[in-house]
């Protein structure tokens, strides 16, 4: 079956960090194009950060210097980092693989973040 999972959401205050996984399974992750997606109540999905399959990676200005990506092969797993977080970062994220006309979806994992 394939299935991507995150974990790590949670409850953080403002200038704190989290650690987002997602595991991938019935799958190689790493065949795909990855990103991390997140939709705040009432806001479209939007893009927060990106690693294609050559392991370039791309940011969304929003989180620039802030989040990073990353992935581990050996545990087909991908992550965000996310430091120095903000109120507005308050959302649900989504993990999301890629490539063609294959695009798979987390079950999507909640961060919130206090002032």
């Known amino acids: 079956e394939v299935q991507l999972v995150e974990s790590g959401g949670g409850l953080v205050q403002a200038g704190g960090s989290l650690r987002l996984s997602c595991a991938a399974s019935?799958?190689?992750?790493?065949?795909?194009?990855r990103g991390w997606f997140r939709q705040a109540p009432g806001k479209q999905r939007e893009l927060v950060a990106g690693i294609s399959r050559g392991g370039s990676t791309n940011y969304a200005d929003s989180v620039k210097g802030r989040f990073t990506i990353s992935r581990d092969n050996a545990k087909n797993t991908v992550f965000l980092q996310m430091n120095s977080l903000k109120p507005e970062a308050t959302a649900v994220y989504y993990c999301?693989?890629?490539?063609?006309?294959?695009?798979?979806w987390g079950q999507g994992t909640q961060v919130t973040v206090s002032s």
């Open positions: 999301n693989a890629q490539w063609g006309l294959l695009d798979y």
């Open positions: 019935g799958f190689t992750l790493d065949d795909y194009a």
